[in-house]
């Protein structure tokens, strides 16, 4: 069973930065299979930004500037750098395997001033 264990999340500034981090384990098929989306209270789970393909990648409209993507293969981890992060990017970013269709159990990101 794949296990994601995400880290890294909490309280930032607007503008200010963090990143994410997701660690792999198990019989992942890919690490370019892995992703972030984010969930408000209330909200439906969005996509943040994704590894479509090998060195592929693909991020919401709303982070696309500002948030990048990167991976460490012999760890099976991805990062998710946030910069200039906004009051409205506030959520529970969640690791996704979408060849296992698998959930990591979501960690916090709250922004204020």
């Known amino acids: 069973q794949v296990q994601l264990v995400e880290s890294g999340g909490g309280a930032v500034q607007p503008g200010g930065s963090l990143k994410l981090s997701c660690a792999a384990s198990?019989?992942?098929?890919?690490?370019?299979?892995l992703g972030w989306y984010r969930q408000v209270p209330g909200g439906t789970r969005d996509l943040v930004a994704i590894y479509i393909g090998a060195e592929l990648t693909h991020y919401a409209e709303a982070v696309k500037a500002r948030f990048t993507l990167s991976k460490d293969i012999a760890k099976n981890t991805i990062y998710l750098q946030m910069n200039n992060i906004q009051p409205e990017d506030t959520a529970k970013y969640y690791c996704?395997?979408?060849?296992?269709?698998?959930w990591g159990q979501g960690i916090q990101v709250t922004v204020s001033s």
């Open positions: 996704f395997d979408r060849g296992a269709n698998s």
């Open positions: 198990g019989p992942i098929t890919s690490i370019y299979g």
